[in-house]
C-alpha cells in the first residue's frame, strides 16, 4: 500500500504545504491527549506536594504525601512527557516528511498498551501499593503489578520508537523528501536513539525487580541503582534533545529561523547519543558502591562532551533566530531581532524561556550539582529538585506547551479557545517556575533535604534548626509554585476547551481569531542574495551565560572548602 | 538559507562561520576547564567522597556497630547511646527505619574513620547545619576519613525516602574541642 495509492489518507497543510497522513495524524492527537490527561494528574498531585512542603500550609498527612508525591513523579515524568513525545516522534518522521506512518495498526496497539501500562501503575499507586518514590529504590518494595505495568508501557513505548524508525525508512524508499532529512527530524532521531538505549536500561532493570518483587530472584541496592539511573537520567535525555528539536522547530514556525550550520548542529545531536547514557553516574557520586575514577570520567559524559553539546544547542538555535530576523530587515544595533520578536506569540515566547530557564538555571546548577565533590553539599538536597524542575519542565514541559498553541491549529485544525489566556500562559508558568526552581535551590544550599514530609521534624529525637532564611525562601518557592500551577491550570484549560469544543477551522485557509501570529502571517520568505551570518546579540547573551556559569561554578567550589574535610 | 524544517542543501557539510567557530571554542576549553577541576581536587581539594569501600552483609555490619558501642560507650539520650571513640579510630554509624545509632562524640580536628551502613532500605546521611551528604546503601560499608573543623552540637538528618517515618529519622552528633570543654549552644553531656 503506497501513498499514491492511497491519496484520500493525506491533506496538504495550508500553513506549511506539509502532506499530513490521517493515521499519523490520529496518533498524535490520542498521544496528546493521553498526554495531557497525565499532566493533569501530575498537576494535581503537584500542588498538593507543594502546599504540603510548604510548612504554613502542611496540607496531607506523611502517608498520602509520599504516596501523591510517587504519583506526581511518575504521572509528569513518565507518563506527560513520553506520551508526549510519541507524538512528537510520529509528527517529526510521517508529518515532516510527508510519509505514511510505516505500521498503523501495531501503532494503534502500541499506544492502548503504553495506556493499560499507565492505569495498572496509577491504580497500584492510588490504592497505597506503591508507595516507593519514582525511583523505587531496591529494598523498598511496591507491589509486582506496579513493576509490570512500568514494563507494558516501556514496552510501548519502544514499540513506537521502532515504528519511527519504519517510517523513516518508508519515506525514503518512497521518496516522499529530497535529500537529507530536516533538521528537525534528526534531532528526534536521536532522541529515539536515545530511547532505545534508555529503554534497555530500564528492561535491565525492572524485569529483575519485577522477579524480585515475585520473590525469584535478589537485586542489589547499589546496582539497582546505577542500571535504574541508565533509564531515569537517560530518559531525561531524550527529553533535552526533543526539547532541542522543538527550539529548532518553533523558530522555523514563529520567526523562520534558520540554521546556521547543519554540521554543527547535527554534531551536538550526534554528542547525545554517543555521551549520553553516562549520566546515571551524576546520581551515584556520593555512593558507597563506585570509586573516583569512574565517578570521575562518567559524571563528565566524557569530558562533559554532552555539556558542550548543550552550550551549542543554545548558541545555534537563539542565533538561527538572530540571523533569519536580521535577513529579514530587523538588522539595527544588536537587538532589534529580539525586540521586534513576536512576543505575544505563545509558541515563540515559550521557546525563547524555554531555553533561558533551561540554560541558566537548569545547566547551569546540573553540571555544577554533578561535579564528584560539589555533589557532597548538594545530594539529595532541595537543589536536585531545583535543578530538574528548571530543566525538564520549565526546559522540556515549556516547550512542549509552546507546541501545542501551534499543533491545535495544525493537526487539531480548531482554534485556540480563551486565546487572550493562552498568550500570557507562557509567561506566568516560565516565571512561576523560574521563581520556585531558584527558591528550591536557595533552600538545598541550607541542606533542606528533599522528598521530605516535615522538616520541623515532629516527632524525631532531636530537634533541628535551619538557618532562618529557609521559612522565607520555602514560602516563595510555594508562591512561585502557585504561580505555575496557575499557568499549568491556564495550558490545560485552553488545550482542553480548544481539542474538544474549539472552533473548527476551514479546511483550505488559516486566518482570524484564535491563532498564534506565525500562522496567520508567517515568516516572510528570505530574500534571494548572500545574507549576513553576523549574530553578534546572540555572541553577547552566550557570554553573560558563561559568566554566570563560571561564576556559579566557582562560587559552588568555595562553599565547599569550607565544609569538614573528607576522603 | 533554510529552516530546521526543511530538507538542507545537498551538501552540507560546510566550513563553520565566524561567530559560531568562536563559541564552539570557548565552549570546549571550558568543558576542558570543568573536566580537569576533578582529578585536581582529589589531589590539592579537602573534600572528596572517595572513602574506602566495602560491601558487607548487614547483619555482620549491626553486630560490628553493636562491639563499637559496647567498647566505648559513655551515655544514652533519648534511648541513643553516646559513644566517644579515641581519637583517630574507627567508627561506625548505623542507619535504620527510622534512627541513626549511636550518637558519636568526636574531637575537633582528629581525623576519624567514619563508616556509614544500613540495617535496611536506602537512607542518606545529612550533616545539619554543615550540609554534608552520602548515600547510605544496605550491602555496603562507606568509610570515610573525616576530620570535624568545627566544635558544635550537630544533627544527622535521612534525606533518603526511608517509609512513613523517614521526618522522625534525625541523630545527633558531638564534636568537642581539644580540651574537651562542653561545647556551646544546645549543651553537650
Not at chain 1, 524508525?165 to 528537525?184: D, H
Request: with cysteine.
Amino acid at each position: 500500500m503506497t501513498a499514491a495509492a492511497m491519496p484520500s489518507a493525506f491533506r496538504t497543510c495550508p500553513r506549511t504545504g506539509l502532506k499530513v497522513n490521517a493515521t499519523a495524524e490520529a496518533l498524535i492527537k490520542a498521544n496528546a491527549v493521553a498526554a495531557t490527561v497525565a499532566l493533569l494528574v501530575g498537576g494535581i498531585a503537584a500542588i498538593l506536594v507543594l502546599l504540603t512542603r510548604w510548612q504554613a500550609v502542611h496540607l496531607l498527612p506523611a502517608d498520602w504525601f509520599y504516596r501523591i508525591l510517587t504519583i506526581h513523579g511518575m504521572s509528569m515524568l513518565i507518563f506527560f512527557i513520553i506520551f508526549f513525545e510519541m507524538a512528537i516522534l510520529y509528527f517529526a518522521s510521517a508529518v515532516i516528511l510527508n510519509s505514511r506512518v510505516a505500521t498503523p495498526r501495531v501503532g494503534w496497539a502500541a499506544f492502548w498498551l503504553m495506556v493499560l501500562g499507565a492505569l495498572m501503575v496509577e491504580a497500584t499507586m492510588w490504592t497505597g501499593h506503591a508507595d516507593v518514590l519514582f525511583t523505587s529504590y531496591v529494598p523498598l518494595q511496591a507491589t509486582s503489578w506496579f513493576y509490570l505495568g512500568v514494563i507494558l508501557f516501556a514496552v510501548g513505548a519502544l514499540v513506537v520508537v521502532c515504528i519511527f524508525f519504519g517510517t523513516l525508512v518508508v519515506a525514503k524508499r518512497e521518496r516522499t523528501y529530497q535529500g537529507s532529512v530536516p533538521l528537525v527530524t534528526f534531532g528526534a532521531i536521536a532522541a529515539a536513539i536515545i530511547a532505545v538505549i534508555t529503554l534497555g536500561h530500564g528492561a535491565a532493570i525492572y524485569i529483575p525487580t519485577y522477579l524480585w518483587s515475585l520473590g525469584i530472584m535478589k537485586v542489589d541496592p547499589e546496582i539497582y541503582r546505577m542500571v535504574w539511573w541508565g533509564l531515569g537520567h537517560a530518559s531525561q535525555q531524550i527529553n533535552v534533545a526533543a526539547m532541542v528539536s522543538v527550539w529548532y522547530l518553533l523558530g522555523a514556525l514563529s520567526v523562520g529561523a534558520v540554521v546556521l550550520n547543519e554540521k554543527v548542529s547535527r554534531g551536538a545531536f550526534a554528542l547525545y547519543i554517543l555521551f549520553i547514557s553516562m549520566a546515571s553516574a551524576h546520581h551515584l557520586l556520593v555512593d558507597p558502591g563506585l570509586g573516583p575514577a569512574w565517578k570521575v570520567w562518567n559524571t563528565s559524559y566524557f569530558m562533559y562532551m554532552a555539556v558542550l553539546a548543550s552550550m551549542v544547542h543554545g548558541f545555534t538555535v537563539t542565533a538561527g533566530l538572530e540571523v533569519g530576523q536580521r535577513a529579514r530587515g530587523l538588522t539595527k544595533g544588536m537587538f532589534e531581532w529580539l525586540r521586534k520578536a513576536p512576543w505575544g506569540d505563545p509558541g515563540f515566547a515559550a521557546m525563547i524561556f524555554s531555553i533561558v530557564v533551561f540554560g541558566f538555571v537548569g545547566g547551569i546548577t546540573g553540571v555544577t550539582f554533578g561535579t564528584e565533590q560539589i555533589n557532597i553539599i548538594a545530594h539529595n538536597t532541595l537543589r536536585i529538585p531545583g535543578h530538574f524542575h528548571a530543566t525538564v519542565v520549565s526546559g522540556t514541559a515549556l516547550a512542549f506547551m509552546g507546541l501545542t498553541y501551534y499543533v491545535i491549529p495544525l493537526i487539531f485544525r480548531r482554534r485556540i479557545a480563551f486565546y487572550p489566556l493562552a498568550k500570557i500562559q507562557p509567561w506566568l508558568f516560565a516565571i512561576g517556575m523560574l521563581i520556585f526552581s531558584l527558591m528550591m535551590t536557595f533552600a538545598g544550599t541550607f541542606g533542606v533535604p528533599r522528598r521530605h514530609w516535615d522538616i520541623t521534624f515532629s516527632g524525631a529525637p532531636f530537634d533541628v534548626q535551619f538557618n532562618p532564611a529557609v521559612n522565607l525562601v520555602m514560602g516563595l518557592m510555594a508562591l512561585g509554585g502557585l504561580l505555575a500551577a496557575v499557568g499549568g491550570g491556564i495550558y490545560i484549560l485552553v488545550t482542553v476547551w480548544s481539542v474538544f469544543f474549539g472552533e473548527r477551522l476551514p479546511a483550505d485557509a488559516y486566518t482570524g481569531h484564535g491563532l498564534p501570529p506565525g500562522i496567520v502571517t508567517p515568516p516572510k520568505p528570505i530574500p534571494p542574495g548572500e545574507h549576513s551570518k553576523k549574530a553578534t546579540g546572540t555572541l553577547v547573551l552566550v557570554f553573560v551565560f558563561l559568566a554566570a556559569f563560571v561564576a556559579y561554578y566557582f562560587i559552588n567550589w568555595k562553599l565547599l572548602s569550607v565544609v569538614w574535610r573528607i576522603g | 538559507m533554510h529552516t530546521g524544517l526543511e530538507s538542507p542543501p545537498r551538501v552540507w557539510w560546510t566550513p563553520i562561520h565566524g561567530a559560531e567557530r568562536i563559541w564552539v571554542s570557548i565552549a570546549f576549553a571550558w568543558c576542558l576547564v570543568l573536566f580537569a577541576m576533578m582529578p585536581l581536587w582529589h589531589l590539592k581539594g579537602e573534600q572528596n567522597p572517595s572513602g574506602i569501600r566495602h560491601t558487607v552483609e548487614p547483619t555482620r555490619y549491626y553486630q560490628r556497630v553493636q562491639e563499637f558501642i559496647n567498647q566505648y560507650k559513655v551515655g544514652e539520650e533519648a534511648g541513643i547511646p553516646i559513644v566517644a571513640p579515641p581519637p583517630g579510630s574507627d567508627v561506625y554509624l548505623l542507619a535504620q527505619m527510622w534512627r541513626w545509632s549511636p550518637i558519636l562524640k568526636l574531637q575537633k580536628g582528629v581525623q576519624y574513620t567514619l563508616h556509614m551502613s544500613s540495617l535496611d532500605v536506602n537512607h542518606g546521611f545529612n550533616l545539619n547545619p554543615v550540609n554534608i551528604n552520602f548515600q547510605v546503601v544496605p550491602g555496603y560499608d562507606y568509610a570515610l576519613r573525616v576530620v570535624p573543623t568545627e566544635a558544635g552540637d550537630f544533627r544527622i538528618v535521612c534525606d533518603e525516602f526511608c517509609g512513613i517515618g523517614h521526618h522522625t529519622m534525625v541523630g545527633k552528633l558531638l564534636v568537642v574541642d581539644s580540651t574537651g570543654a562542653p561545647i556551646a549552644p544546645g549543651g553537650a553531656p
